[in-house]
């Protein structure tokens, strides 16, 4: 069993930067991919961003790019999201999975272990 811990949330505003930690311990547990998710109110939760643990490729939803960076360090079996130019819509909690995709990399679904969540609020 993996558990995965969120951090780096926060209140910023339009324009500003925030940067996601998720942090992965226990025993006997094994994944080849992270990824972010978030869900705001009302909504569906979407991934945002996934890496491929062994190599660190990433992949980007559509509203990631640009702005998003997904990065890892393996030593440390953390993962982070750089946020930047957020955007009052970005505001969602976000959310650490890890598991084992090799396809459809940003559907819930697809993912065997979810952290708590850090709350992200971008005002206008």
């Known amino acids: 069993q993996v558990q995965l811990v969120e951090s780096g949330g926060g209140s910023v505003q339009a324009g500003g930067s925030l940067r996601l930690s998720c942090s992965a311990s226990?025993?006997?547990?094994?994944?080849?991919?992270m990824a972010w998710f978030r869900q705001a109110p009302g909504k569906e939760r979407e991934g945002v961003a996934a890496i491929y643990a062994p190599d660190g490729s990433p992949f980007y939803s559509d509203s990631a790019k640009g702005r998003f960076t997904i990065s890892q360090n393996n030593a440390k079996n953390t993962a982070y999201l750089q946020m930047n130019r957020l955007k009052p819509e970005d505001t969602a909690m976000y959310y650490c999975?890890?598991?084992?995709?090799?396809?459809?990399?940003?559907?819930?679904?697809?993912?065997?272990?979810w952290g708590r969540g850090t709350q992200v609020t971008v005002s206008s």
């Open positions: 999975a890890a598991g084992h995709s090799d396809y459809d990399v940003l559907s819930p679904s697809q993912y065997n272990y």
């Open positions: 226990g025993y006997g547990y094994s994944y080849s991919r």
